[in-house]
């Protein structure tokens, strides 16, 4: 792993997120090690022959080693986008049109196409929703996981075997001779994302991307993947960005959330801050959803409407029609903004923040 | 949670179920074909592939009731929702409405019946034809089974939409112009056009976003007091099923594990399997979870375990769960579970 050095505390920011970053990075200073992914001001927009979606707008966040940050939303809130877009996974007519983006302070925005590629898979890896998209159905499972290390490094083919083979008793594949040989479709569903996974961590990577990796599995098997992807966090060091819109699954693994709606992150803070007394009541809306949080059979309080068409959202917050707490004063956009207690990283973005009396 | 149990409704288990399933089994054959026959000839001994989606169930629903189907993927919990409604034969067993057995009625009377079970689908994409205008989705079975005349389809259409809080005016637009959760309104419109009493809504809410499932679930609350339905709800979602249930069903592979009121089984579940599953339920707390997961995957129905079909994952199994298969026992009034700890 070349050792490149921490990004330095004053950069150039960017003119609207610049409040903000500033913010995160005191934040940072004061608590964490310098962080190991840092987004700023990032926009995605896709220009589409109805208009310009802007699928990701000016998000910031910035992911510690060892970290598991879950990015929470709801479907075409973006945080698939953003995930892709760190990974510069974005297709035309998609392009990311503004922000940064560095890992380990070098700008990933900045990268050739292969220099990106020498990235993908060895330092930064993803995991997606559906293994069976993910896996070539037609090369049996030592191959699929050979290349992934033959790409990025000259060893043997029989090293490169070996690794495979400790990487799927790492994410606890039984009998690993017989599954190398094997394709595909002869695993279930369960096994198969262990592969996806195995195959993410061949390289040791830094920083996993895990893009709803357990929505397609049944909970006991989603049980076993979150045990190991926690025990793998741990050990190795990998500083993870779980994207997901169970906030159950959120609320057992990660450090720090996100919560997206309409492209923006709307509320971020630890786990225990967001899930305990959110601020934002979009996250509130979110949580009053949940229905194993409401007593049995009783009507759940739900967010009236629908999300927003990201193509014409306009400006102001997106969620104001949605809101009951929404004032004139929400048709303009509302910056991001540190919210409680001081040192707790909390941050949202909205005019009327809700207030939690007891919170120290 | 759990220990907020409901009042509001008890429901005994006396008078007729509305809905009843005695002995219901389904077998998937895959049988021998030609050169297969050939080889056997020749003493390939090839047999035919059986897979008993669902073997022997027993589930009776009050009227009014909500009914939840719970298991993992496989498990047969979909397969028994069409048997439910009859959407597949059954290979074994009786279905029941009212305590008439359904296979003795014929010709109209047969048809009439049916059209009081529907079914709402898990895919709003997949269930609705992408060709059909919403007006032509909800409004087509109810023409054709002249409980309208086809002059009258508009307006009736619009009264359907209006129900499940879509707006009328869009009803000339095709599936693919809705979201998710509208889709997922059309679906219940369609269902319900044809005036049912009992919906097997089958994963319903899983391809929903939390905040839209918390919609199409007061939904379907509402529409059970309006419309005075019965719902045999089947999901994978244990947080949906407590909110929503009744009672409940625990499936695994084929068998019913357990079955008892929703109230009573969340809390203290019976079957190692249900206590393991609820472990599983992920709360909303943010506490750091260490996630104990079960070993092991479901066993493929193709050659299911003997004896119980939970032993190889059971970490309470005795030597007498691999020989024989446990018997659904009563363990308390309206509440059945199939494991030989309780005989001990």
New interface residues.
Partial sequence: MSAAGPSQGARPLCKEGGREVRAAASVGEVTRSPPLLEVAGLRTHFFTRAGVVKAVDDVSFTVARGEVLGLVG??GSGKSMTGYSIMGLIDPPGRVVAGTMRLDGRDLRAMSAEELRQLRGNRVAMIFQDPMMTLNPVLRIDRQMTETILAHERVSAATALERARAALVKVGIPSPDERMRAYPHQF????RQRVAIAIALLNNPDLIIADEPTTAL???????I??EM?KLSRETGAAVIWIT?????V???ADRVCVMYAGRIVEEG???D???HPRHPYTQ???????????????????PG??PSLLDIGGGCAFRDRCNQATAKCAEQPLMAAIGDPGSGQRMRCHHPLHWEAVA | ??T???S?RTIGRTGVPLVELKGVSKRFVRTLDAAAKIGNVFGAGLKEEVVHAVDRVDIAIEPGEVVGLVG??GCGKSTLGRLAVGLLPLSDGERYWNGVALSSLRGLQARTQQLKMQMIFQDPYASLNPRMRVIDIVGEAPVAHGIIRPQAKTEYVGLQLNRVGLDPTLMRRFPHQF????RARIGIARALAVKPEFLVCDESVAAL???????V??LF?ELRSALNLTYLFIS?D???V???SDRVVIMYLGRVVEAGP??GLFSAPNHPYTQ??L????????????????KG??PSPLDPPTGCHFHPRCRHALPRCRESPPRLREVAPGWSSACHLNDA
């Fill in positions: 709801e479907s279930s569903g369960g096994m049944d909970v006991t098997i989603q049980g076993q979150l045990y926690q819109h169970d906030l159950s699954v609320a057992g693994l630890t786990t225990f967001v899930l305990t809306g979110l949580l009053d959803s949940v229905p194993s949080r409401s007593p049995r059979g009783a009507r759940l309080k739900q967010i629908m999300t | 949670m759990a907020t149990a409901s509001r993992e993927s979201s998710g959760g509208q976003d939390v905040s839209i499932q918390a919609q679930l007061n609350m994978h244990l947080g949906v407590e909110h929503i929703a109230a393991a599953l472990a599983e339920v992920g709360k909303v707390e943010p506490k750091k979870r260490t996630f104990a997961p079960i995957e479901i």
